[in-house]
């Protein structure tokens, strides 16, 4: 099972990006799906979750601004960032919930993490 994380890059403030995270694998199930941040010298924060039957739940820094969605069938998530600010400069990484076929059990699997950067 792996995670591949997609998007990111250099963007001005008030500017948009998009993100998404691909599961593939030897998946039975994928259970909730989240993006976490990490900036520079900090520690990796949890940004947005959402379940499998489409309940999110977001950090107050980023409501109003990031939306979280997710394509069960691609076993997909993404992130739609909106109205940047330099303070979303961070590497981000996705996470998913997911019960491989190989050892029938539950595990929590991280992409390799893709850079964001904000200018100002």
């Known amino acids: 099972v792996q995670l591949q994380a997609s998007g990111g890059g250099l963007v001005q403030t008030g500017g948009s990006l998009s993100l998404s995270c691909a599961a593939s694998?030897?998946?039975?199930?994928?259970?909730?799906m989240s993006w976490y941040r990490q900036p520079p010298g900090k520690q990796r924060d949890l940004v947005a979750s959402i379940t499998n039957r489409g309940i999110t739940n977001l950090s107050d820094s980023v409501k109003g601004r990031f939306t979280i969605s997710r394509d069960n069938a691609e076993n997909t998530v993404y992130l739609q960032m909106n109205n940047l600010k330099p303070e979303d400069t961070a590497v981000y990484y996705c996470?998913?919930?997911?019960?491989?076929?190989?050892?029938?059990?539950?595990?929590?699997?991280w992409g390799q993490g893709t850079q964001v950067t904000v200018s100002s």
């Open positions: 996470n998913a919930e997911i019960l491989d076929i190989d050892d029938y059990s539950w595990a929590h699997y």
């Open positions: 694998g030897n998946i039975v199930k994928v259970a909730d």
